[in-house]
Each structure stands twice: as C-alpha cells, then as structure tokens.
C-alpha cells in the first residue's frame, strides 16, 4: 500500500475493524483512490469577501477544502482542490492559504478572502507539512519522500531546496522568522533550518515519529507530537536540546498553544490532553471526535480548534473552561495539518 500520508493505513485499519469502514479508506488500501462524484463540485459556495473568522479545512476524503464560518460553526464553502489535500498553512495577514497535496505534487495557492484558487504550483515528491513565512513572501513545504525542505519565493515562483532527515512531515516557523522547525518522522528528530541562508543549521533528537510541530509566541520552544512514543517533546530553541517530555493520549498528532495551556490531539484516544504551560502539569483530557488530526487556536488564543478526520467534524473548545462550544460538519477525512485558523478582519 501507498505510503502517501502518515495515517492513512491506520485510518483505514481502524474503521475495518469497527465494520464501518468508508469507501475512500478500503479503496486507498487497495492502492486505489476511488472516482470523485459530480456532487461534491456542485456543493462549491463562492462568497462575498467577509471578515468573520474562518477555519480552511483539508478534507482529504472529499479532495476539497472546506471553509467554515467559525462564528456560526458552519461550513460556508467548499473549493476542489484535488491530489488528496493535506497541509495547509494560513499567511499571517489572513490574505490567502496554501494547500498541500501529496498525491498531486502540487501546492494550490488559495485567495482566503475571495475564496478563489489563484494558483497551483507543482511541487515534486510528496508536499505535505506547509507553514509561511511571517512576512508571506514564502512559503516552506515538507517533501515526505525526498528528504528536503523546499522554499517557494512567491513573487518569482522561484524554488530551492535543502536537506533534511527521512520523512519530513510537519512545519513551524518561529514567529521572529529566524528559524524554522521540520519535523523528520522516520528520524526521530527535528530539523532546524535558519531562515535567512536557508541552511540546515541543527538537528535534534526527540521521541518516536514526530509528526505535527509548533513554535511559541516568544520563538523560545518548539513542540513535537511523537506519534509512535506517545509523548510530546518540548524542545529550548536556543540551547537546541528538549528540556521536557510529556506523556499525552495514544498517538498525538498536533499540539497547539493557548491560554498558557498546552493542546496535543491524540488520534487513537479520540481525545485532546491539556497540560499547563509553565508547570507542565497535567491539567485535562478532553474527549473529542473520531480520530482528531488538526489543532490550532485562534490568535486571541480564547478557543481551540480540533478536525476529527473520522467523524469529519470541527469542534471548537474553549481554551480556558475547557469547555465544547460547538461543532461544524465538513468535508469527508478533515486533516487540516498545520496553520489553519483565518483570524477576522
């Protein structure tokens, strides 16, 4: 079988096993992806530029980006993106969202205000992880197969590459723009790239298959979800070594940051754990949806998203009660791998 995306298997693994397998799982474990219907191109929604905050969902599944009006929970578009959509990474400024696609070897290149694809840009290997820099002139995509890192300057188009370790998988720029985190699954650690030579200036060890990465506001920690190992490694950026380890729920995938908390989605326990930032303390586990991959927080930090992949729901938690304040329904597969949350105007 295909080893496109980390998860996929144990997708489809899991639903087989409850006898409630979807056909876009059974087919990719037949090494096949099944025909997309006419339906799902129907159900596109182009709207008025708005300034409400908005989630930019990859639904796997559904080879689509789901958009969903975070004030109303609701999804209020859907755009086609095809090659089986992954990563996704906002711009800052909130003016347009990448997309990966690892099947299609492409990025897609999303105007998140008109809601329109501006372009696609092929990408070799397998794009997959997806962040931009701070100033949205580039943007760093994840090659899972190619052992790389690769640069696109997004006024010339102009790509370049650097080396990193074996399954790249997750992004995160520091918010200063100096450095930037990969993720080397098959590796066991982080790549650490200096943004302004576009060299590979580090590598540290961390727990088994990292997977989803975060930098802090302060650019002082990166974090990485050890899928395989079950723990979250907190890495010191500047002394270049994890000054912690905290045990999580089985296989997280994502961590996010809020309320001086610490959010790790755990895909096998249909759960999201809270810890205290400063103490490290275990605060909570929150049970979510089927299967939660993605996890971002708004950017006044007050709630946290989660898209449960098998459920294909958003839920939306607040960072400080804890509390679910709603749910939306999105496209089928929700990955919504990195950057996701579009802040209002």
Not at 80 to 90: E, R
Not at 227 to 232: C, L, R, T
Not at 317 to 345: C, H, N, Q, S, Y
Request: aromatic fraction near 6%; glycine fraction near 10%; proline fraction near 5%.
């Amino acid at each position: 079988m295909p080893a496109l995306v980390a998860g996929i298997h144990a997708k489809a693994m899991r639903r087989v096993a409850r006898k409630a397998a979807k056909r876009f799982a059974l087919a990719w474990m037949a090494g096949s992806s099944p025909a997309m219907t006419a339906t799902l191109f129907l159900s596109i929604a182009i709207a008025p530029p708005v300034s409400a905050a908005e989630a930019f969902v990859t639904a796997q599944g559904a080879d689509a980006l789901s958009i969903v009006d975070l004030a109303k929970m609701e999804t209020v578009a859907t755009l086609p993106i095809g090659g089986k959509p992954a990563g996704i990474a906002v711009s800052r400024d909130g003016a347009r969202a990448f997309v990966t696609s690892p099947e299609g070897k492409f990025l897609t290149i999303v105007d998140a205000v008109t809601r329109k694809i501006e372009k696609r840009i092929p990408v070799e290997g397998g794009p997959l992880g997806v962040a931009a820099s701070p100033d949205g002139k580039r943007v760093y995509v994840a090659d899972l197969y190619g052992r790389r890192l690769v640069e696109i300057d997004l006024a010339s188009g102009a790509q370049r590459s650097v080396g990193v370790g074996a399954m790249a998988s997750g992004v995160a720029v520091a918010p200063d723009g100096k450095i930037i985190v990969v993720a080397d699954r098959d590796d066991n650690a982080l790549s650490l790239i200096d943004a302004a030579t576009f060299s590979r200036v580090g590598t540290i060890p961390v727990g088994k298959h990292p997977f989803g990465v975060t930098v802090d506001a302060s650019s002082a920690r990166a974090y990485s979800a050890n899928v395989e190992s079950d723990d979250v490694s907190i890495v010191d950026l500047r002394a270049r070594k994890v000054i912690a380890t905290l045990k999580c729920g089985s296989r997280p995938y994502t961590v996010a940051l809020a309320k001086g908390r610490i959010f790790v989605a755990n895909q096998h326990g249909d759960s999201v754990s809270v810890f205290d930032a400063e103490t490290l303390a275990p605060l909570d586990t929150l049970k979510v949806g089927e299967y939660p991959e993605g996890l971002a927080a708004s950017g006044d930090g007050a709630r946290v998203y989660v898209a449960n992949w098998f459920s294909n729901e958003l839920w939306a938690l607040d960072a400080e009660t804890l509390k679910v304040l709603g749910k939306a329904e999105t496209g089928d597969g929700p990955r919504a791998f990195g950057a996701f949350i579009r802040d209002a105007d």
